[in-house]
Nanobody
């Protein structure tokens, strides 16, 4: 499967953005998808993840409800709605995917995903 992340941009603190991860491949509906981000000089960190049917959602604790992940398997897309953005949310955001039954319960672990998009830059100004 190939992934294409989009929707990043330059916004002000408090604004919202919606990132999209578009996937090729007719088996995408069997894949778990995660969003991760990497800020300059920092390690990649987990943001959110969703299982193949949306039955399980996971979020990083520090988000405190500001972000929402969703998917539309008919359109082969996974979205990340980001609200109340803060300057510390500035990073390159990556979507990742892999077969749900292969990842199992480890959907928050970056190393468990074999397929990655190219990343989309989100910049939040204060």
């Amino acid at each position: 499967v190939q992934l294409q992340a989009s929707g990043g941009g330059l916004v002000q603190a408090g604004d919202s953005l919606r990132l999209s991860c578009a996937a090729s491949g007719r088996t995408f509906s069997s894949y778990a998808v995660g969003w991760f981000r990497q800020a300059p000089g920092k390690e990649r960190e987990f943001i959110a993840a969703i299982t193949w049917n949306g039955g399980r959602l996971d979020y990083a604790n520090f988000l405190k409800g500001r972000f929402t992940i969703s998917r539309d398997n008919a359109k082969n897309t996974v979205s990340l709605q980001m609200n109340s953005l803060k300057p510390e949310d500035t990073a390159v955001y990556y979507c990742a995917a892999d077969i749900d039954r292969k990842i199992g319960s480890a959907i928050t672990t970056a190393s468990r995903y074999d397929y990655w998009g190219q990343g989309t830059l989100v910049t939040v100004s204060s």
